[in-house]
Structure formats: structure tokens, C-alpha cells
Nanobody, 128 residues
Framework: QVQLVESGGGSVQAGGSLRLSCAAS????????MGWFRQAPGKEREGVAS????????YYADSVKGRFTISQDSAKNTLYLQMNSLKPEDTAMYYC?????????????????????WGQGTQVTVSS
């Protein structure tokens, strides 16, 4: 079991920045992939970014490439999502997730079914 707690959400104007954090505890050594997902009202949860922890390889949804950066601090068991040039369409609840499959393609495809532990989420609101 891995427990995940997100923080750092808030309200910001378009063009602004936020940094989300996700603190992991428990059996973190079983985690091969960490990801950020988001869900807007009335929409399905979608993958935003992921990191294959053993290789530090990162992957992004097309909608956030060049604006968002995922990173990890292994010593602190913390995952980050730096979000720049935010747009109103980035407004959503953002979730941190942990995947336990040691298979990089599953991390890259950002599928919700490939992640076994989820945080409670942190709200990001971007106004125009």
C-alpha cells in the first residue's frame, strides 16, 4: 500500500504558475511509475504527466507539453508538477497516482487503469 497526499492547488489567473506536490508514504519501493491526472466537472479523468521512476523518464499529454514539468525527489518521496502558462482549460481536480508495474510502456501511456494508488486530489482553478 502506498499513501499519497497532494498539495499546492489554488486559484490563479491565466498565464500564471502553480506547483503541485505529492507526498508518498508506505511501500514506496514498489512504485515504478508516478503520475498526475486531472478531472474537470462532467469529464473523464485524463492523464497529464508521468515519470518512470527507475529511469527518471518523463511523459506528457499533448495538451500540457512545453508548459508542465513532472519531477521527483526520491529522498523525500515527493512528486512534483510545475505548471506554467496556465489556461482556463487546465481547471480541474488534480490527482497524484502510483503505478506498480515495472513496465515502461504502461507508464508512458498514462492510462488510469495502470495506476493502483490514488491521492484525494487538489483543486486547480484558472480564471481568464
Amino acid at each position: 500500500q502506498v499513501q499519497l497526499v497532494e498539495s499546492g492547488g489554488g486559484s490563479v489567473q491565466a498565464g500564471g504558475s502553480l506547483r503541485l506536490s505529492c507526498a508518498a508514504s508506505g511501500y514506496t519501493y514498489q512504485t515504478y511509475c508516478m503520475g498526475w491526472f486531472r478531472q474537470a466537472p462532467g469529464k473523464e479523468r485524463e492523464g497529464v504527466a508521468s515519470i518512470y521512476t527507475e529511469e527518471d523518464s518523463t511523459y506528457y499529454a499533448d495538451s500540457v507539453k512545453g508548459r508542465f514539468t513532472i519531477s521527483q525527489d526520491s529522498a523525500k518521496n515527493t512528486l512534483y508538477l510545475q505548471m506554467n502558462s496556465l489556461k482556463p482549460e487546465d481547471t480541474a481536480m488534480y490527482y497524484c497516482a502510483a503505478g506498480f508495474y515495472g513496465y515502461e510502456p504502461l507508464c508512458r501511456r498514462l492510462g488510469t487503469s495502470d495506476f493502483g494508488s490514488w491521492g484525494q486530489g487538489t483543486q486547480v482553478t484558472v480564471s481568464s
